[in-house]
């Protein structure tokens, strides 16, 4: 039997509107919140920038196995400005940056998940897909900051082995007073996710619906029984309650 295969999750931000011939670390080329932006009175670079950093680290984790997966993920968040998911923009940045890139068939596009609870938990999914087996260990690239909620919220809620995951973070370059707001931003977010871990009330649900979340889309992810139950679960009546059934990587 062959060897699993890792997995890098690569947690997509923004949508990148270039196509190959275009400069990714021209502002212009990106659909950016006005908080990613560049702002030439504060000395502040483009967010963009540690988005390609954050490609470019998913790549090294992913070639450091020969057989390794890595996915992008993220969908079309800015549909009334680009029809395009993030995954793919990211896709068109990675043709940019990369001009011969080998194994290309083992870059993934995971284009459904509008928050970092999906970004792991749909990745995993599409593995599964494509390959009809669990990886064996799971990498996911993103802010540095955001830990905290990918390792203890949201790979605990999924039950994912704790031995199989592993985290690699690029922070933008903050300043004193940008990091003091962006940590006490991440520290209340990181509260409606221990109170509601998966994601389904308000208001982690309603930015799930102003990002394009398409609900019948999700359902049909995964047809196993216990992985359909997860995707269609209320939450439970407790906050920190976790799905009671058993999921198939439990097992790994």
């Known amino acids: 039997m062959a060897p699993r295969r890792p997995l890098t999750i690569l947690c997509c931000h923004a949508v990148y509107t270039g196509t190959a011939n275009d400069d990714p670390f021209d502002e212009k080329n990106w659909v950016l919140k006005s908080f990613q932006k560049a702002d030439a009175s504060k000395g502040k670079a ?3 920038t540690t988005f390609i950093q954050h490609l470019q680290l998913a790549v090294r984790c992913w070639q450091q196995c020969s057989n390794g997966v890595l996915i992008f993920s993220g969908t079309a968040t800015e549909k009334s400005k680009w029809e395009g ?5 990211y896709l068109n940045v990675l043709d940019h940056i990369v001009l011969d890139i080998k194994n290309k068939g083992r870059i993934l596009l995971e284009e459904h998940a509008t928050d970092s609870y999906q970004n792991i938990l749909f990745s995993i999914l599409l593995y599964n897909k494509k390959y009809r087996e669990w990886p064996d260990s799971v990498t996911v690239v993103t802010h540095a900051f955001k830990r905290h909620r990918i390792i203890d919220l949201h790979a605990r809620a999924i039950k994912w082995p704790p031995a199989l995951i592993d985290f690699q973070g690029i922070d ?6 940008e990091r003091a707001a962006v940590e ?4 209340r977010c990181c509260e409606d996710w221990e109170k509601d871990m998966y994601g ?6 309603q930015k799930r619906i102003e990002r394009g979340l398409d609900e019948a889309a999700t359902m049909q992810l995964h047809d196993d029984g ?3 139950g ?3 679960w209320d939450g439970g009546c407790q906050p920190a309650e976790l799905y009671p059934d058993e999921l198939p990587w439990e097992k790994l």
């Not at 006490?184 to 520290?187: C, L, N, R, Y």
């Open 46 to 48: 483009g967010e963009h």
């Open 85 to 89: 998911t993030e995954a793919r923009g």
């Open 172 to 177: 933008p370059p903050f300043s004193e007073e």
């Open 184 to 187: 006490k931003a991440e520290a």
């Open 200 to 205: 389904v009330r308000p208001p982690l649900r």
């Open 226 to 228: 216990d992985v359909r």
């Open 230 to 232: 997860l995707l269609g």
